[in-house]
């Protein structure tokens, strides 16, 4: 059974704070992904991993970025919070490199104050 | 860009009955279309998707149908049950190494008793 955790469920940031979210995924997947997910707007792609030290932007880049070091191991980091990031932030990850099922982690729902 | 829209934004019937989701897609070379659902507070799962050389897929009471000409593709629920209520986001990808999704806006379906 895949399984993907993410390092936080809620969390409460101040504005201009750095802000790191890490996921996990223990099933060797290829692919990583960050989304946030916003009422009527969807999951948004902000930025994906198709291997280790690889990164392409999604939709939504501005205001983040992102670290894979680790297979297993995908973090969004937030360089400098603000408002407007307030949001929940979806990780998700796919076992080959072409379509495929996205397995999603619990979410993060942070709170930018 | 990529887009894909998702109507209605909700969606309300009865036990029962059944209920169709549609989507438009902008990018001709799409060629895989899932369907994730999003249960409330849970994270979104794959429930049935399928492949641009095939018109028309079937699980149980759902089915999904393909129109490439149109660029439409449709979700159905019939006999419609109290658990499939849930956020239903539908998504198209074309055939690359990087396994991207563009996801539509979601479809809220409640299913009164």
């Known amino acids: 059974d895949v399984k993907v955790t993410q390092s936080s469920r809620y969390l409460v940031k101040r504005t201009g704070e750095k802000v790191f979210l890490e996921c996990v995924q223990d099933m060797d997947h290829e692919n990583m992904f960050w989304y946030r997910q916003d009422p009527g707007l969807g999951l948004r792609l902000i930025y994906f991993s198709y291997d280790v030290k690889m990164k392409e932007k999604g939709d939504i880049p501005e205001g983040y970025s992102v670290s894979r070091e680790k297979k297993e191991r995908f973090s969004l980091i937030l360089e400098s919070a603000s408002t407007n990031q307030t949001s929940m932030y979806l990780c998700a990850s796919s076992l080959v490199r072409g379509p495929g099922t996205q397995y999603f982690g619990p979410g993060t729902r942070l709170l930018v104050l | 860009g990529e887009n894909v829209e998702q109507h209605p934004s909700t969606l309300s019937v009865q036990e029962g009955d059944s209920a169709v989701i549609k989507c438009t897609y902008s990018d001709s070379a799409s060629n895989y279309f899932p369907w994730y659902k999003q249960e409330l507070g849970k994270r979104p799962q794959l429930i049935i998707d399928?492949?641009?050389?095939?018109g028309e897929k079937k699980d149980q009471r759902i089915a999904v149908t393909l129109n490439k000409t149109a660029k439409h593709f449709s979700l159905h629920i019939t006999e419609t049950q109290p658990e499939d209520s849930a956020v239903y986001f539908c998504?198209?990808?074309?055939?690359?190494?990087?396994?991207?999704?563009?996801f539509g806006q979601g479809t809220t379906l409640q299913v009164k008793p």
């Open positions: 998504a198209a990808s074309r055939e690359s190494n990087t396994g991207k999704l563009i």
């Open positions: 399928i492949r641009s050389n095939v």
